[in-house]
């Protein structure tokens, strides 16, 4: 693994939910084919993973429903 590849640590300023892509190195070419395809299918050892990339975003229906917080009431 390159240098510009480590995961920050969170003494860096990052959260432990948030990753900064480096300008440089394979994880900056990996997220690049994954903006231009959608999706990969990634395989590690024995293992097979369906990546799909979407923005973030919430509706303002599922805003307001959080923003209520509790249980939901039947």
């Known amino acids: 693994m ?6 920050p640590r969170e003494q860096d300023g990052m959260s432990a ?3 900064a892509i480096p300008k440089e190195g394979e994880l900056r070419r990996f997220f690049e084919r994954l903006r231009a395809t959608g999706t ?11 990546i ?7 509706t303002n229906e599922a805003r307001d429903f959080l923003a209520r917080g509790g249980p939901i009431s039947e």
């Open 2 to 7: 390159s240098k510009e590849d480590r995961h």
């Open 17 to 19: 939910d948030m990753v």
């Open 40 to 50: 990969l299918k990634v395989k590690d050892g024995g293992h097979e993973f369906l």
């Open 52 to 58: 799909k990339i979407s923005r973030s975003q919430m």
